[in-house]
């Protein structure tokens, strides 16, 4: 059994395929599905699926819960029911595609153990995440108290971590140094169709059997799939404004880094809203922020946002430095120099806007290292640095690479 929820962190990974998907749950589920993504090195593998165990206790203590809650025991089954019962998924109407699963197989609770089995064929969107996901926090996730809230912030973070990958790649298929700019970065708008909008937010539950049906045809209609549905909650624009989306985006205001404001989009003569634009500004980007995040901006090198976030992940930190880094470097050599510079990026970009003013290296990743440990960086009196001046040696890169992974 774990003894701590999170173990590295308050940063966890949550694939999109599991943000994007269309379901309707409880708080509870949404924040005991986020402690599990966030322990996910405490996901083994048994022959029932990928099986993840906590203490009730400390499920309680992590969101917060008091004795006022009732039985949390009753809540906990409630969830357990739900969360077993539910099939995920997405459609894409465009594509006339659609792929849906059953998340969690079994939930047993047992001697004050809570026990979750996770579907075998999901195991890349819950504990061996590559690419395709999204950085959250636990402490963020935790702190909503509406299951609207969380799924909108979700959603939100989502669309804005692709726009900034899309904007790398396009930056580095052009050769450039710099990526997205910050006005770009920083506040951009997206359109969400209200139907698409109220199932991916859990308003209309995707889960229903008339639901379903629409949704698993060949072109999905999200409009007919929520008109289908026999539980009509907030079906007015005016009720779903206020009760729904009027309130979410005031708790993703108070509680994370974005800020969120939103227009309804109409069509036809009546003015009948078909969607919603959502204007949002990420708060890293204002000075005056208290949830702003530590960030470098590069100046040679154009104007990458490159957050110091210490828990991030080994595979995030390597490619945060390929865009620093123009050459291209083997993976094992990335990570001798991350280990050279503490997991430290600021370090790792001054070194190299430092290398990139001499004359001529032989070797970079020898030359780099030295630099960083020797703490010359570009603010300090230009020099034409030779790697004579440094010690040339021969890293271990398993024995780094072991040694980054300790840290």
Same mark, same amino acid.
């Given at each position: 059994?774990?003894? $701590?929820i999170v173990k590295k962190g308050d940063n966890y990974k949550k694939s999109n395929f599991?943000?994007?998907?269309?379901?309707?749950?409880?708080?509870?589920?949404?924040?005991?599905?986020?402690?599990?993504?966030?322990?996910?090195?405490?996901?083994?593998?048994?022959?029932?699926?990928?099986?993840?165990?906590?203490?009730?206790?400390?499920?309680?203590? @992590?969101?917060?819960?008091? @004795?006022?809650?009732?039985?949390?025991?009753?809540?906990?089954?409630?969830?357990?029911?739900?969360?077993?019962?539910?099939?995920i998924g997405t459609s894409n109407k465009k594509n006339r595609t659609f792929d849906y699963? +059953?998340?969690?197989?079994?939930?047993?609770?047992?001697?004050?153990?809570?026990?979750?089995?996770?579907?075998?064929?999901?195991?890349? $969107?819950?504990?061996?995440?590559?690419?395709?996901? #999204?950085?959250?926090?636990? +402490?963020?996730?935790?702190?909503?108290?509406?299951?609207? +809230?969380?799924?909108?912030?979700?959603?939100?973070?989502?669309?804005?971590?692709?726009?900034?990958?899309?904007?790398?790649? %396009?930056?580095?298929?052009?050769? @450039?140094?710099?990526?997205?700019?910050?006005?770009?970065?920083?506040k951009y708008e997206t359109s969400i169709g209200l139907a698409e909008l109220k199932l991916?937010?859990? *308003?209309?539950?995707? %889960?229903?059997?008339?639901?379903?049906?629409?949704?698993?045809? @060949?072109?999905? !209609?999200? %409009?007919?799939?929520?008109?289908?549905?026999?539980?009509?909650?907030?079906?007015?624009?005016?009720?779903?404004?206020?009760? *729904?989306?009027?309130?979410?985006?005031?708790?993703?205001?108070?509680?994370? !880094?974005?800020?969120?404001?939103?227009?309804?989009?109409?069509?036809?003569?009546?003015?009948?809203?078909?969607? *919603?634009?959502?204007?949002?500004?990420?708060?890293?980007? $204002?000075? $005056?922020?208290?949830?702003?995040?530590?960030?470098?901006?590069?100046? !040679?090198?154009?104007?990458?946002?490159?957050?110091?976030?210490?828990?991030?992940?080994?595979?995030?930190?390597?490619?945060?430095?390929?865009?620093?880094?123009?050459?291209?470097?083997?993976?094992?050599?990335?990570?001798?120099?991350?280990?050279?510079?503490?997991? !430290?990026?600021?370090?790792?970009?001054?070194?190299?806007?430092?290398?990139?003013?001499?004359? %001529?290296?032989?070797?970079?990743?020898?030359?780099?290292?030295?630099?960083?440990?020797?703490?010359? /960086?570009? #603010?300090?009196?230009?020099?034409?640095?030779?790697?004579?001046?440094?010690?040339?040696? /021969?890293?271990?890169?398993?024995?780094?690479?072991?040694?980054?992974?300790?840290?």
């Amino acid at each position: 059994m774990p003894n $701590n929820i999170v173990k590295k962190g308050d940063n966890y990974k949550k694939s999109n395929f599991l943000i994007t998907s269309k379901y309707k749950s409880s708080i509870l589920e949404n924040k005991i599905l986020s402690i599990a993504l966030a322990n996910a090195d405490d996901i083994h593998e048994e022959s029932e699926g990928l099986v993840y165990e906590i203490a009730v206790s400390d499920l309680k203590r @992590k969101m917060n819960i008091s @004795k006022s809650y009732g039985s949390f025991y009753d809540k906990l089954d409630d969830a357990a029911k739900s969360m077993t019962g539910r099939t995920i998924g997405t459609s894409n109407k465009k594509n006339r595609t659609f792929d849906y699963i +059953s998340v969690v197989t079994r939930a047993t609770s047992k001697d004050g153990i809570f026990r979750i089995i996770f579907n075998p064929a999901l195991k890349e $969107n819950i504990i061996d995440i590559k690419d395709k996901f #999204t950085v959250l926090k636990l +402490s963020t996730m935790l702190s909503f108290k509406s299951s609207y +809230s969380l799924r909108l912030y979700e959603l939100l973070k989502d669309e804005l971590q692709e726009i900034k990958w899309q904007q790398d790649r %396009e930056a580095i298929a052009a050769g @450039k140094k710099n990526t997205y700019r910050q006005e770009n970065l920083f506040k951009y708008e997206t359109s969400i169709g209200l139907a698409e909008l109220k199932l991916e937010m859990g *308003v209309v539950n995707a %889960e229903l059997d008339k639901v379903k049906r629409v949704l698993q045809g @060949k072109n999905p !209609d999200y %409009e007919k799939a929520v008109a289908s549905s026999p539980e009509q909650i907030f079906k007015s624009w005016s009720d779903f404004r206020r009760r *729904v989306l009027e309130k979410a985006t005031e708790e993703i205001n108070e509680k994370t !880094d974005l800020h969120v404001e939103f227009e309804a989009d109409k069509a036809g003569r009546g003015g009948k809203v078909v969607g *919603v634009t959502f204007i949002i500004t990420d708060s890293k980007s $204002n000075k $005056n922020s208290p949830k702003a995040s530590t960030e470098v901006l590069m100046d !040679d090198l154009g104007d990458l946002d490159i957050v110091e976030i210490e828990d991030f992940d080994i595979d995030d930190l390597i490619d945060k430095v390929r865009l620093i880094i123009s050459e291209n470097l083997k993976t094992k050599e990335i990570k001798s120099i991350l280990q050279a510079a503490d997991n !430290d990026i600021s370090k790792i970009k001054d070194a190299y806007e430092l290398a990139c003013k001499q004359s %001529e290296i032989d070797n970079l990743v020898g030359w780099m290292i030295a630099a960083i440990k020797n703490g010359y /960086t570009a #603010t300090k009196k230009k020099k034409d640095y030779s790697y004579s001046d440094f010690d040339q040696n /021969t890293y271990d890169y398993e024995l780094l690479e072991n040694e980054l992974r300790a840290n």
